[in-house]
């Protein structure tokens, strides 16, 4: 990728100074992109009916708005499907809704939504246009108290294969895991594992490339992250260029 890009990327996330200041100064090596990939583990399948292979879109999302594999659906006020086109090269994958998606039915809205719009225009991508964003749960986990929490594996394996579904509708050329519960979930390793282990490094989803960074929302909160972020988004366009050439 050429500086010029690189710098674009940058300015069109408006996190310039940021991003400039830890690039010059971080010591922390980047992971080398030829580290060893994680082996090609199937993902859990959920222990009710499998959703259909002959399943359309339709249909696909008639079953989400209507399903009830877990107890998620009885405190849940709208399902969120995802939201983007249909046969979007790039499809990136969160945790699951919040209170505002829980609420409006989209992903990723707020300012998490906001930050990763514009991380998408800084690859030349948009929401519902050439890219689609969708999470591992379709519907907002909430501890006891009412906040938002990840979702158990139990919770995770009931809603995967409606994800599954979905990537075999739209046939991405690439995935990128956004947090630890999307990688985990996705490529099937030992959930203790932290994002910092997952980065740097192209894996497979069964025959797509997998590039894991940080969330959203996790960047809010951890603004010396966004350099990171940044070096695994130009990950994730090498291998686009590659799996796509």
């Known amino acids: 990728m050429s500086t010029e890009r690189r710098h674009r990327m940058i300015e069109e996330m408006g996190l310039g100074p940021v991003w400039t ?7 922390e090596p980047a992971v080398p992109a030829s580290a060893e990939p994680l082996p090609d583990i199937p993902v859990a399948v959920a222990v009710s009916a499998p959703v259909s292979e002959e399943m359309d879109w339709e249909q696909l999302q008639d079953a989400v708005a209507g399903c009830t594999k877990c107890g998620l659906c009885r405190t849940r006020t709208k399902t969120v499907f995802g939201v983007g086109a249909r046969k979007a090269k790039w ?16 992903p990723f809205v707020g300012p998490a939504g906001k930050l990763l719009d514009n991380m998408l225009g800084a690859m030349g991508l948009k929401r519902g246009v050439n ?12 501890d ?15 809603c995967m294969p409606y994800l599954q579904r979905q990537i075999e509708l739209i046939q991405p050329s690439i995935i990128v895991a956004l ?5 985990v979930n996705m490529l099937g390793v030992d959930p203790e594992i932290p994002v910092s282990k997952l980065r740097g490094t192209v ?19 951890s603004l010396q992250e966004k350099s990171k972020t940044w070096r695994d988004l130009c990950l994730a366009m090498d291998a686009y260029a590659d799996a796509t050439a």
């Open 91 to 106: 499809l990136f994958v969160g945790e699951g809704p919040g209170r505002s998606e829980d609420q409006q039915g989209e």
């Open 203 to 221: 894996h497979r989803y069964r025959d797509l490339p997998l590039v894991v960074t940080y969330h959203p929302a996790y960047l809010l909160r």
């Open 21 to 27: 200041l830890r690039e010059r100064a971080s010591a």
């Open 131 to 142: 890219a689609f964003i969708a999470n591992i749960v379709k519907c907002r986990p909430t």
């Open 179 to 183: 947090g630890k519960t999307a990688a």
């Open 144 to 158: 006891d108290n009412g906040r938002d929490r990840p979702p158990s594996a139990e919770e995770a394996a009931a």
